[in-house]
């Protein structure tokens, strides 16, 4: 059981340059979410989906977009990627069962630099 | 909209000896969840413990206890006997059990363990 993978790991980009995050969650979870972290901060929600075909901004959505078209993937596409885009970016998923105590699984992230 | 706040940014303490990491929260919500996340130096957020709104008992998990105080929208990590693998970022999050259930963290606590 794999629980949420994220690819790649590591990524240098170029400004304006375009790329995706990958993420694949395999516990068929239908609540999934795209966080970014900065240096020395707590994690900061950029989008959400609450299934397929579903999904909806956090926080900072501002030079992102996702999409939904299964249950198992949740990838983040970013366009013209802008020096303020530099972090480590979370993905994770978790149930939308009527039961409080569900957690949210985290992938391991993707470190993202803009030059 | 809900609010994290954690007012150490660092913390030592001596392996085997006890630590109480701070937590406060804010929410108009009356059902969310509380979570603690240990982030290591390798990146990964591996989550710790848990506790409800309506859990009338603080939660423990091994080494890990919360002191819950819910008047006081409090919620302390205390980790007893450190050890040197304790040295991390912890942060505490907060989700509300409607809507996105996206989580809200904190800015975190660098503990550090000294032997």
């Known amino acids: 059981n794999a629980g949420v993978t994220q690819t790649p790991k590591f990524r240098i980009l170029k400004i304006g340059q375009s790329m995706t995050l990958q993420c694949t969650q395999d516990?068929?979870?239908?609540?999934m979410y795209w966080y970014r972290q900065d240096p020395g901060m707590g994690l900061k929600l950029i989008y959400y989906?609450?299934?397929?075909?579903?999904?909806d901004k956090g926080e900072v959505p501002n030079g992102y977009n996702v999409s939904r078209s299964t249950t198992e993937d949740f990838p983040l596409r970013l366009e013209l990627a802008a020096p303020s885009q530099t972090s480590v970016y979370f993905c994770a998923s978790s149930t939308s069962l009527a039961t409080t105590t569900d957690t949210q699984y985290f992938g391991p992230g993707t470190r993202l630099t803009v030059l | 909209a809900q609010k994290i706040t954690q007012t150490q940014p660092g913390m030592f303490v001596q392996e085997k000896e006890a630590v109480t990491l701070d937590c406060t929260y804010d929410?108009?919500?009356?059902?969310?969840?509380l979570f603690w996340y240990k982030q290591p130096s390798s990146g990964e957020m591996i989550f710790l413990i848990y506790q409800g709104s309506y859990d009338e008992q603080n939660a423990t998990e091994g080494r890990y206890s919360l002191n819950f105080q819910k008047a006081r929208k409090s919620t302390n990590l205390v980790i007893s006997a450190s050890q040197l693998g304790d040295s991390a970022m912890y942060f505490c999050a907060m989700r509300v059990n409607t809507g996105r259930r996206a989580l809200t963290f904190g800015s975190g606590t660098r503990l550090q363990v000294q032997p």
């Open positions: 989906s609450v299934g397929a075909g579903i999904t």
């Open positions: 929410t108009s919500d009356q059902s969310y969840g």
């Open positions: 516990m068929n979870h239908n609540y």
